[in-house]
């Protein structure tokens, strides 16, 4: 008893060094901490909070016998991630075989759009962009709302395997995949749900088991076990602050240009040109434009998005620099292409600035002088045409004069009405009940 006790007070204090490691990413340069104020620092302490709530759940998740958990939540933002979106996962073994199954909430829509990805590895957890080498991660399988095979009901069920078997013709996710002469296990089954209709939209009922475990118990607690569930919550609260400070200084350049070609990937007030996501870990699907905001109090940003080859999904969206969407339940920081309005040329023009212009497709930046600009845009397939974007600084009593005549004025009741649509399906979306 005295070495087991020994042992996990052992492990406990270097779960809390680790969290000591964690916090210096709030605020040490060397750690690439964002230019600081105090919101800045505030808003990185919750931060940091969030990522401790996610390790826990992470470190005490089964393989054997999963469960899906959300990856991102109010209380648990990062990634620069997607308001639209539930970000869902669920911890496999890629060498067993699970079967999930999904249904639509009866009498509400489904999610506009989802994907399923069976990913080697989880973004961040080794604590460095060095990661984003080539043959580090990859994917066994991704099957998206374009290829999901629904019963009559909207229900469906995915086979998760190694390979496919000999005969089998449903919904498949391989977990094991050869790239070049590497061969990759999956570890993780990575779902997105996203919202166009946040009034009716709900997200789906879902379940995972694996194949084999009905009827078994997972084995019962020991000392060993606790002592690297301890250390290992320390571990992904560490190397995840420590990997996303170092993503966005370094390969996104978010702050200042940093290798001395003169720009910034991340550019000040503009979005890059449109690319897909690459091996740097998004959405498979996903095309993506990004930048930052940097407004004084009578400065706006006019976003003109044009795209060519209609989307499975898209939307916008702002963040503060720890990579934490903007409180988009409680203000409109965040638009998709159904929120949105379209102007009479087709194009859609998003007006990001700290107050009310009264235009439709107002994105606000809850007070934040600075923070990221993300545009994303879905295909299934490559489009033949990439979206495009045009961005112009101007003044707030401007505003109009950047925009085509006849947008029309959003009265006080109608944002009101937007907010209380926006502040229920989040609700429904998070709920813990």
């Given at each position: ?308 080859v209609e989307p499975a999904y898209g939307g916008f969206h702002l963040a503060n620099f720890w990579g934490e969407s903007h409180d988009f339940a409680h203000h409109q920081s965040s638009l998709n292409r159904f ?95």
């Open positions: 008893m005295s070495d087991a006790n020994g042992a996990l007070r052992a492990a406990w204090n270097e779960l809390i060094a680790q969290l000591e490691a964690a916090r210096e990413a709030i605020d040490d340069p060397a750690l690439h901490a964002p230019p600081s104020d105090e919101r800045t620092l505030a808003e990185g302490y919750r931060y940091l909070l969030g990522f401790v709530h996610g390790a826990i759940g992470r470190a005490l998740d089964d393989p054997l016998f999963p469960h899906f958990r959300r990856a991102i939540e109010p209380t648990d933002k990062s990634t620069i991630d997607n308001a639209d979106a539930v970000y869902l996962y669920a911890p496999i073994d890629g060498a067993e075989s699970y079967v999930v199954r999904g249904r639509p909430v009866t009498g509400r829509k489904p999610p506009h759009y989802v994907i399923f990805e069976t990913p080697s590895g989880y973004v961040g957890d080794s604590g460095s962009i060095a990661e984003l080498a080539p043959g580090t991660r990859a994917n066994g399988g991704v099957l998206d709302s374009a290829k999901l095979k629904l019963e009559p009901d909207g229900s469906f069920e995915i086979l998760l395997a190694p390979e496919r078997p000999a005969g089998h013709t449903g919904n498949f996710l391989a977990t094991r995949t050869q790239r070049r002469e590497a061969e990759y296990t999956s570890r993780w089954l990575v779902l997105r749900e996203l919202f166009y209709d946040w009034e009716h939209e709900d997200p789906l009922d879902l379940a995972i088991v694996r194949i084999g475990s009905e009827g078994a118990h997972p084995p019962p607690l020991d000392s060993e076990r606790a002592a690297a569930l301890l250390r290992r919550v320390g571990a992904i609260a560490n190397h995840q602050m420590r990997y996303w400070n170092e993503f966005y200084a370094v390969p996104l350049e978010t702050h200042r240009d940093m290798n001395g070609d003169g720009e910034q990937f991340m550019p000040r007030n503009d979005l890059n040109a449109p690319r897909g996501a690459g091996h740097w870990g998004g959405q498979a699907t996903n095309v993506y434009a990004g930048g930052s905001y940097d407004l004084g109090p009578d400065e706006a940003l006019v976003v003109e998005t044009r795209v060519p929120q949105a309005e379209p102007d009479p040329d087709g194009a859609q023009r998003y007006v990001v600035a700290h107050r009310d212009p009264g235009v439709p497709n107002w994105l606000d930046t809850t007070g934040l002088p600075r923070g990221f600009l993300s545009v994303r845009w879905a295909y299934s397939e490559p489009p033949a045409e990439l979206p495009t974007t045009r961005v112009a600084k101007v003044p707030f009593d401007a505003i109009r004069s950047h925009l085509p005549p006849g947008v029309r004025s959003v009265s006080d009741t109608e944002r009101r009405e937007a907010i209380r649509i926006r502040r229920a399906h989040v609700q429904r979306r998070y709920r813990h009940y």
